[in-house]
């Protein structure tokens, strides 16, 4: 099944195509909205379309802020400035996403997907 994603600016490109070449649907941010928006009309933008937020903005990973139970779903990925765990990172991403194909089962958690492990927040 084919999941809904709103890729924030700050998403490696890799992971926003790689996605779509395993048949999910990718709204880049760019496309919709100006890439310097702030966060708040950032995550709005995702709920209004119904998509599950992906971004490294660590910001959106802070439940006090942005209460997932608000959200259809936030992926906060963690790349901590390293490059070289991009396939790594999107291979774990990957996996998860395969033994959980439903939309409605990111409906309001914070993902936080890490190289070694996916924690989940509600």
Do not use: W
């Amino acid at each position: 099944m084919s999941l809904r994603f709103f890729s924030d600016h700050c998403v490696p490109t890799e992971i926003a195509e790689t996605l779509r070449l395993r048949g999910h649907f990718v709204t880049l941010l760019r496309d919709v909205l100006p890439t310097a928006s702030a966060d708040p009309l950032v995550i709005s933008t995702a709920r209004e379309r119904n998509e599950i937020l992906l971004s490294l903005n660590g910001d959106f990973a802070d439940i006090v802020a942005y209460p997932p139970a608000d959200f259809p779903g936030i992926l906060a990925i963690q790349l901590h400035n390293h490059p070289e765990i991009i396939s790594q990172l999107t291979e774990r991403l990957l996996g998860f996403l395969d033994l959980h194909p439903e939309q409605d089962f990111y409906r309001g958690k914070l993902l936080v997907v890490e190289v070694h492990r996916v924690r989940i927040r509600q």
